[in-house]
């Protein structure tokens, strides 16, 4: 156990969450650790090891959290510090030393090892209480104990349920702390986020320093990610309202059948970009395993315009009057160099009229032609780009909605996510003058053209803007 | 490892994005790189061609571009040397004297300087034109053509999706340039026919149009096209009198005798020609030609930082990696199902003892007195008593007890504790073990609180113990 607290035993900041079981400890190291991978249960004893959450930046920690399992047993915990012979203050924390030493084999003692090995290691300690459920003298015992371990220390009023019981646990808990916050796990804005770290940089002198640059980093983070989700909401709108789907027919034209399976083809791939986007937005703020009840990107009802293309070799008809038209110039170029200059050139002028008309009139008839057993024209029905005007504002808002539900969402949280009232936000986060500008890039991507970089940024500053709004 | 001032080729273009769409690493990853690579950071195309080349290993199929490329230099040298062949051939047929007519400097002039000024001009323009030009300029790619004919028949998908790569803006640079290449070994291989023409025959030039133009005018346009050499060789500008001498008039029949008697001086066309040549269709077409590398490779290093996934990459290079996940997996808790195992929904009126865990002796009474339930004996345990306390309690407990806990606390393994002592109480017959709610609450419990404590008692075996459920 030692060596353990020893290699811990590192210069930068450490905070030990501790408590009673089940009172939101692995919910507030979840939160402030952005990791929706903590297990987190009403049942006592869910965490059963400590686990350590550094906090790293290329590598270097700048602090560490540390999700611990209840008090079980501190009573008895309590019951063994007193007995043995009186210290002074400042020697305390030996005699908590000694106890962990004296029992680290004693399975009756396992939870209060693991949480207090990690003080015992030069841990601040994080007391998180439930301030919704009334105050009780037998935390008494728990915070003894801590005071014991003589390391700085806060409490932290969680209020998991709906009555409010604060003003009775902060008079308790100011004889044992030098500071109380409150801090929901489940609601926490990123601001209240910043100012619990700000808090907890205030313990001990050392520690100011690398809870700030934390702090930077976190707020860096943040932007960071707001402009990624920005970013991939971009190219999903561009992928997706450029997108093209082609489908080889066999004659023209397409059959009914044929124009169904092909839209119905265009659509899946629609929405298989929408779920991708998704996922993108989940993985940048580290939402791993989040489920989702939400409304199916619905497209039945958006008409999808197919168009029949034929092309020989590949060629359409236009290319390939360019190409009749080269080969005949060339050609009679080169009759005309054989005149010696005598030709002035008429060789070249007829060869390229007579490939390019040639090119033009013998599409159909050359269509037809087999090489080697192949056709060497083919038919394409192809869908897309989308021409509905709103769907590209249904597809914004439904991604906008979404990316701000998950930017906002606590890594505490283990419920379902609902995201089934979308349309409700399409109409409130995208107003007429956000409209024009969006339209501009719309009416490109419509035309199958390249949106200006310009157009492209202010596109993205208009999303910025909306996005960052619902964040507030 | 890449210098600070590493070139852009095509090659690495295409390897990096053949990279990065097998492989882009991740934010971790790819930080770990650049810091490693310290020195390159304000050289990003720098870094990009290092992290290529350490992953290009990861691209399983085979490599596209390199086929790519050799198509693209096979065609490349094809096209060279049939540019070559067709100067050298053309220039053979412009100067080709049978004895009978002699050759028409005019024509050679319109291949050697009207048509290359004309095309130098149309190069510049479609250079400096917008997208649409651009893409009509993309018609004329020479692999669009190969491509397309060559995946009609083999399905060669990897020329296809090669061609994808590249933006229509560079793929114009990327012909212009070719264009001026096989344009430059067109004017090279006329020049040099021009050479073998007058070293292996004797050609006597003269110059002949339809139009009304006196030689001394036309001796005025020779000197203004001769300008950029006039000064250092002015033996290679056609004096007045040669132009006179050989203004050859077809409908005169024959040959002027003037011409023939003066054939060594109609020779000395050739060096005004050959420098008409060095000049408008070698000089001038290197000039662009390099001016179209420079463009084309400054294109190429543009679109090298806009591939898809190399945003990512240097974004990724650049931002601090902050990872805040645990090191240590954790074990996953196994819950065990909810049953009715040891629950009662009976609350007697009447019990022997009455205990309390973590209660006040007050609040004790207030519950027994909101429930209407009445005992001999009222304990409180748990909370700030102490063992031997709670020992007494649990020793001389009788028959019936009831056991009121806060339905909000788990139970700990402090309280386990003294409910096995108090079930080892062969006195005690049975122990209910009652969940209360909050004051506030009236004491009513949740279902998700008693649940917890059900699977508690439950997971202690005991037949002894119930929890109440009402």
Same mark, same amino acid.
């Given at each position: 156990m030692y060596s353990n607290e020893k290699k811990l035993n590192n210069n930068y900041p450490k905070f030990a969450v501790v408590?009673? +079981?089940?009172?939101?400890k692995s919910s507030i190291v979840s939160s402030l650790a952005l990791d929706d991978s903590v297990q987190i249960g *009403? $049942? +006592?004893? $869910? $965490?059963?090891i400590k686990r350590g959450f550094p906090l790293k930046v290329d590598g270097k920690i700048i602090y560490e959290l540390f999700d611990t399992p209840g008090f079980q047993r501190a009573r008895r915990v309590l019951s063994w510090l007193n007995d043995q012979e009186p210290v002074s203050a400042d020697k305390r924390s030996d005699v908590v030393r000694a106890f962990i030493s004296a029992h680290k084999n004693d399975e009756r003692f396992r939870d209060e090892i693991e949480l207090l090995a990690p003080i015992m290691a030069g841990a601040g300690i994080i007391y998180v209480v439930d301030a919704s459920k009334p105050y009780g003298p037998e935390y008494e015992v728990e915070m003894e104990i801590l005071r014991w371990c003589g390391q700085p220390s806060m409490a932290i009023l969680n209020?998991?349920?709906?009555? *409010?019981y604060r003003d009775q646990w902060k008079s308790a808990l100011g004889h044992y702390f030098r500071m109380v916050r409150t801090f929901n796990p489940i609601k926490a804005t990123f601001t209240e986020h910043m100012e619990l770290l700000d808090s907890m940089s205030q313990l001990k002198e050392e520690w100011t320093k690398p809870i700030k640059v934390a702090i930077s980093v976190l707020e860096d983070l943040q932007e960071q990610k707001v402009e990624q989700s920005i970013e991939s909401i971009v190219n999903n709108m561009l992928k997706t309202l450029s997108f093209v789907y082609t489908y080889s027919i066999r *004659?023209? +034209?397409? $059959?009914p059948d044929e124009e169904k399976q092909s839209k119905s083809a265009y659509r899946e791939k629609i929405i298989t970009y929408e779920k991708k986007q998704e996922k993108n937005i989940e993985s940048i703020w580290n939402h791993r395993s989040i489920e989702k009840i939400e409304n199916a990107l619905?497209? *039945?009802?958006v008409g999808l315009f197919s168009k029949e293309s034929a092309s020989i070799f590949g060629l359409s008809q236009q290319q390939l009057i360019i190409t009749g038209a080269s080969a005949g110039a060339v050609g009679g170029l080169g009759i005309d160099l054989l005149l010696g200059g005598g030709s002035f050139f008429l060789g070249s002028l007829i060869g390229g009229a007579v490939g390019g008309v040639g090119a033009m009139m013998g599409f159909d008839n050359l269509y037809e032609v087999k090489v080697l057993g192949q056709s060497i024209g083919s038919r394409e029905l192809s869908i897309g780009p989308?021409?509905?005007?709103?769907f590209p504002y249904i597809l914004l808002g439904r991604s906008l909605y979404h990316a701000s539900v998950i930017a906002k969402r606590s890594h505490a949280i283990r419920e379902n996510i609902n995201l089934d009232n979308e349309e409700f936000f399409t109409e409130q986060i995208i107003d007429s003058e956000m409209r024009k500008t969006l339209e501009k890039v719309h009416l490109k991507l419509r035309k199958d053209e390249k949106p200006e970089e310009e157009e492209l940024e202010a596109y993205k500053k208009v999303l910025m803007e909306s996005f960052l709004s619902l964040l507030k | 490892m890449q210098t600070k001032n590493s070139k852009i080729s095509i090659k690495s273009y295409l390897l990096l994005s053949e990279t990065l769409d097998e492989y882009r690493g991740t934010h971790e990853e790819n930080r770990l790189f650049a810091l490693k690579h310290n020195e390159l950071t304000d050289h990003p195309k720098e870094m990009l061609l290092t992290w290529m080349q350490k992953h290009h290993? &990861? @691209? #399983?199929? #085979? !490599?596209k571009s390199e086929s790519f490329l050799h198509q693209l230099s096979t065609l490349g040298n094809f096209i060279g040397l049939f540019s070559f062949i067709f100067g050298f051939f053309a220039g053979i047929g412009l100067l080709s004297?049978?004895?009978?007519a002699p050759v028409n400097v005019i024509y050679y002039l319109l291949f050697a300087m009207i048509i290359p000024l004309l095309s130098i001009y149309l190069s510049i323009i479609s250079l400096l034109s917008n997208q649409t030009i651009s893409n009509f300029f993309s018609i004329f790619f020479p692999l669009h053509w190969v491509e397309k004919i060559l995946g009609f028949f083999i399905v060669n998908e990897k020329v296809d999706s090669i061609n994808k790569v590249f933006s229509p803006e560079l793929k114009k640079w990327m012909f212009t340039s070719r264009l001026q290449l096989f344009s430059l070994l067109f004017s090279i291989g006329l020049l040099l026919a021009l050479l073998f023409m007058v070293v292996s025959k004797d050609i006597a030039f003269s110059w002949s149009t #339809?139009?009304?133009?006196?030689p001394v005018e036309f001796f005025k346009l020779l000197a203004c096209i001769g300008i950029p050499w006039g000064e250092s060789m002015p033996s290679a500008i056609p004096s007045v009198e040669l132009i006179e001498m050989s203004h050859?008039?077809?409908? /005169? /029949? %024959?040959?002027?005798t003037q011409m023939i008697q003066n054939a060594d001086k109609l020779g000395a066309w050739w060096k005004y020609l050959a420098m008409v040549t060095l000049f408008y269709a070698i000089f001038l077409r290197f000039l662009l030609w390099l001016a179209t590398r420079y463009g084309y490779q400054e294109q190429l290093e543009k679109d090298f930082l806009s591939l898809d996934g190399v945003a990512k990459l240097l974004r990724d290079f650049k931002t601090p990696y902050v990872s805040t996940e645990a090191l240590k997996v954790e074990t996953h808790l196994e819950i065990a199902e909810e049953t009715n195992?040891? @629950? #009662?929904h009976d609350v007697s009126k009447d019990y022997h003892n009455i205990i309390a865990w973590n209660f006040s002796l007050d609040e004790l009474t207030l519950v027994n007195d909101s429930k209407n339930i009445d005992s001999f004996f009222l304990n409180t345990v748990g909370g700030n008593h102490s063992f031997k306390e709670d020992q007494m309690v649990a020793q001389e407990a009788k028959e019936m007890v009831l056991l009121y806990v806060k339905s909000w606390e788990p139970p700990t393994m402090d309280f386990v504790d003294f409910l096995e002592e108090l079930l080892e %109480?062969? %006195? @005690?017959?049975e122990v209910k073990v009652y969940p209360l709610g909050t004051a506030a609450r009236h004491y009513e419990s949740n279902e998700q609180e008693v649940a917890i404590w059900k699977r508690k008692i439950q997971g202690? &075996? !005991?037949?002894?113990v119930w929890v109440v459920d009402v």
């Open positions: 408590g009673h +079981p089940n009172k939101g *009403d $049942t +006592p004893g $869910t $965490t059963q209020l998991i349920g709906q009555e *409010d *004659d023209e +034209p397409a $059959t619905v497209l *039945d009802n989308m021409q509905n005007l709103n | 290993f &990861k @691209v #399983t199929q #085979t !490599s004297y049978s004895g009978e #339809t139009l009304q133009v006196a050859y008039y077809r409908l /005169g /029949g %024959n040959l002027d195992e040891q @629950v #009662t %109480n062969k %006195n @005690v017959y202690l &075996k !005991s037949k002894k």
